[in-house]
């Protein structure tokens, strides 16, 4: 079983603070996934990191993929209360028919960016 | 183009009674997920379909649970009877189907939050 684990599960910062979330597994990923949900709302895909190593920006949002394709990281410079949510990790594979579009979910970070 | 439309938004049930939730995806997206996501806690996969076969539901408890996708679009999630602890978001999500998992990007719909007294 491929489980993925976040932390930490809740952060609570004042707007302009920087911020790192991680996001470990045991298990190697082909890629791995982060989505930031809001609440009432679905998941929604923020971005993909597939190869060893790789960082990703995505303006204020920086994410990195460690060299083993066991852990990623994402980092936010001088947060916003608009970042406010849920942060989700997710890799693919984990069920029982080996579909690997199927998706294993990390339990989350809550993120809460206060004015 | 349309998200993920899914209804209710919420349900207020007792224990042992039904309840249906209703998900159209995105037109044109082969795959359809059922996820359930209890507070606090990352979305679980229950089941997938494809077109309307299912790929995968070994984690739906089919002593209470039910999903369907008769025609390949809209697709039918039952819970009879609930349980106290079936309450929970219950979200749908689509993709188009083809690809790697790092390109068959999922689309979540808003969800359905359950609530059993």
């Known amino acids: 079983t491929q489980l993925l684990e976040q932390s930490p599960q809740f952060l609570s910062i004042q707007e302009g603070e920087n911020l790192t979330v991680y996001c470990n597994s045991s298990?190697?990923?082909?890629?791995l996934q982060w989505y930031r949900q809001e609440p009432g709302e679905g998941p929604v895909l923020l971005v993909t990191?597939?190869?060893?190593?790789e960082v990703k920006k995505l303006k204020r949002l920086t994410f990195q993929f460690g060299d083993a394709r066991k852990d990623s990281s994402l980092h936010i410079t001088a947060a916003q209360p608009g970042d406010t949510g849920l942060y989700l990790c997710?890799?693919?594979?984990?069920?029982?028919?080996?579909?690997?579009?199927?998706?294993?979910f990390g339990s989350g970070t809550q993120l809460t960016v206060l004015p | 183009e349309a998200g993920v439309a899914q209804s209710p938004r919420y349900k207020i049930i007792e224990k042992r009674q039904s309840v249906a939730f209703w998900c159209n995806p995105i037109?044109?997206?082969?795959?359809l997920y059922w996820y359930q996501q209890i507070l606090g806690q990352g979305p679980k996969l229950l089941i997938q379909f494809q077109n309307n076969g299912v790929v995968d539901d070994s984690q739906l408890p089919k002593d209470r649970f039910s999903a369907e996708r008769l025609k390949g679009v809209d697709s039918t999630l039952k819970i009879q009877p609930a349980k106290l602890e079936d309450s929970a978001v219950y979200l749908c999500?689509?993709?188009?189907?083809?690809?790697?998992?790092?390109?068959?990007?999922?689309?979540f719909g808003p969800g359905t939050r359950l609530t059993v007294l």
């Open positions: 298990s190697v990923f082909s890629s």
């Open positions: 037109s044109g997206h082969a795959t």
């Open positions: 999500a689509s993709s188009i189907g083809t690809g790697g998992p790092s390109t068959d990007t999922q689309y």
């Open positions: 997710a890799g693919p594979g984990g069920g029982s028919s080996g579909s690997a579009r199927q998706l294993t």
């Open positions: 990191v597939v190869t060893g190593g």
